[in-house]
Each structure stands twice: as C-alpha cells, then as structure tokens.
C-alpha cells in the first residue's frame, strides 16, 4: 500500500464568502479539485417551495418504480415512476426548476469549472438508504469513487451536488480517501492492466463510435449516450465494482471519515475522486454535472491522469495536497 493517504474534508461556506469582491470563486474550485466536499446551509440556494418539498416527501410512495426518480434535462423526460399524469409532471417541474437554480448557484460559485460542461441528470431519492435490499454494485451504501455502467465521461470530471430535504433527518455518508489512493492500492487486483499509452487509448473505432453517438444526440435521442464507453471510463468502473466488491477494504475503519449534512443544507463533490457511500437517511436531491476534461481544474491530479501515470508505472498515491 502506498505510504500517503490523502482523507475526505468538509469546508462549509458562508453567505459572506459570496459577497460580491469576497474572491470566493478561484478558492472554492481549488477546494474541489483537492477532494474537499464544499457544504452550503440553507439560505444560500432557493429550494423548493414547502408545498412541492411537501408533495415529494409524501405524495409519491405509490407511483416509484426505480430506486431513482431521474429527470433528464438534454431530453426534458422523467423515468422511476409510472404513467400517472398528473404526478409526472409535477415532479418533473419541481426537479426542473430545481436543476436551473443549482446551474445558476454553481456558476455564481466556481464559473471557471462550468464552461461547456454537460448537464447531467437530476435525482430524488426518496427511500431510506439503509438497509436497502440491492446489489453490492448498485447499492449506496458501499463505499466507491463513481464510475457508470452506462454512458461514457472520457476522462470528463463528475460534479454532483446534494440536497438533504428530509425535515429532520441528517444525511450521513463515509469516506476512505480520495481516487489516486485508492487506484494505487487497488488498481492491480481490480484488474487494471499497465500497457502504457495503449490503455487509454479509445482507437479509431472507439472514437467513430462515440462520434456517432453524439450525433445521434444532437438528431434528438438523448439515449444514445447510454450505450458510449471508453477504456478510461471502463478502467474506473473496474475500480468501482471491485471496492464494492472488497469485504476487508468496506469494512476497515481505520480509514474511514464519517460525515454528516444536516436537513436542508446543499453540499458538492468531485465524485468521480471523492471515495464515499451513505450510511444513512432519506429525501435527497442530487445533480450530475461533466465538467470538460480540457478546462484547467488547477493544478492537482484529475482521475484521468491519475490513472494514465498509473498505468505508465508511476506512483499517484499523495498526488493530491490540502
């Protein structure tokens, strides 16, 4: 095991840090892109009116088909709950609005990072993670840095941002250190292979292949995405599956950071670098967001170079500095 071992760290900001003049935005993304997780109390983002929080709290049980409710911004569609008219589309207004109030917060906040990135998909999660009978693969609960079976980032950064709207209930996670740390430990016997320059290498047909997708994209089918895939993008759900997977490595709280986001309050993190799983609570709104790989994120290492340097032989383990 690699001798360094960056932990996860919460930074809450404050309403004066956002003051015009205050300088906040360069220093909350450098925050970001060292694993911090940046948490916002409430007041600072407008969120859904009592009545609507009301309305997805107690008015969906029924109709919830999935472990998500997701809205889809690129196509303006909601998946996770059934052909109720009238509740679909109250829910999706509600995770829409919400959605346009995070882009105006994130670009009000760390604008450098929100250049040309891609809008993911909105969440509610309405069910309590604990205890949830799913697949260690798709389970919450076990700690992983995030990587998806479907859809491709191609080496793109994962923004999520959260929202506990549980009335009382605190949210709480855990953490056991940051991506480059945990591929130093565990890239081998997650079956990740070192062939140098090759292993990030998408090919000719792997990029015609992409290409063509997101043409399909831009022709009006938003789905098409689903099925892109990368070498980068495989190598990190590799990691993913084989965390989940490691009895010894979710179990070692000798590395393990609990936190905890208390109703109402917002928090962001790069999770595609920040390992975390959720030991408890229910209610939560999350955003996605891609940030282009090709904008600078400062000066620490991305994943995606984490696991190119990796792949050519050289330690990445305390690559990351608070």
Request: aromatic share 8%.
């Amino acid at each position: 095991m690699a001798g360094h071992r960056t932990s996860t760290s919460l930074f809450t900001v404050t309403e004066d840090m956002l003051s015009p003049g205050a300088g906040a935005e360069g220093r909350l993304g450098k925050r970001l892109t060292r694993g911090q997780i940046l948490v916002f109390p409430p007041g600072l983002l407008t969120l859904p009116n009592q009545d609507d929080l009301e309305f997805l709290r107690n008015d969906l049980g029924s109709a919830i088909t999935l472990k998500n409710i997701s809205f889809h911004p690129d196509g303006d569609y909601i998946t996770g709950i059934k052909k109720d008219q009238v509740r679909r589309e109250r829910t999706a207004r509600i995770l829409r609005a919400h959605n346009q109030e995070v882009q105006k917060f994130l670009t009000r906040i760390v604008p450098e990072y929100c250049k040309d990135w891609r809008i993911g998909k909105v969440n509610y999660r309405p069910l309590q993670e604990k205890g949830r009978e799913l697949s260690r693969h798709s389970s919450n609960e076990m700690i992983h840095t995030d990587a998806f079976p479907s859809g491709a980032t191609h080496g793109d950064r994962i923004l999520r941002f959260f929202t506990n709207v549980h009335p009382s209930e605190p949210r709480r996670w855990k953490s056991s250190g940051l991506m480059p740390d945990l591929l130093e430990e565990f890239g081998e016997a997650a079956g990740i292979k070192r062939q140098g320059d090759r292993s990030l290498n998408p090919g000719l047909l792997g990029r015609a292949f992409s290409g063509t997708l997101r043409t399909l994209k831009r022709a009006g089918i938003p789905q098409a995405e689903l099925v892109d895939s990368s070498p980068y993008d495989r190598a990190m759900l590799r990691l993913h599956d084989y965390l989940k997977d490691d009895d010894d490595f979710q179990a070692d709280i000798s590395r393990m950071v609990e936190v905890e986001f208390p109703p109402l309050h917002s928090w962001a993190v790069l999770t595609d670098l920040v390992s975390h799983g959720v030991i408890g609570g229910q209610h939560a709104l999350v955003n996605t967001f891609y940030l282009r790989r090709e904008h600078d994120l400062g000066t620490d290492i991305a994943p995606v170079d984490a696991m190119r340097r990796w792949m050519h032989g050289s330690s990445v383990a305390g690559s990351i500095t608070h």
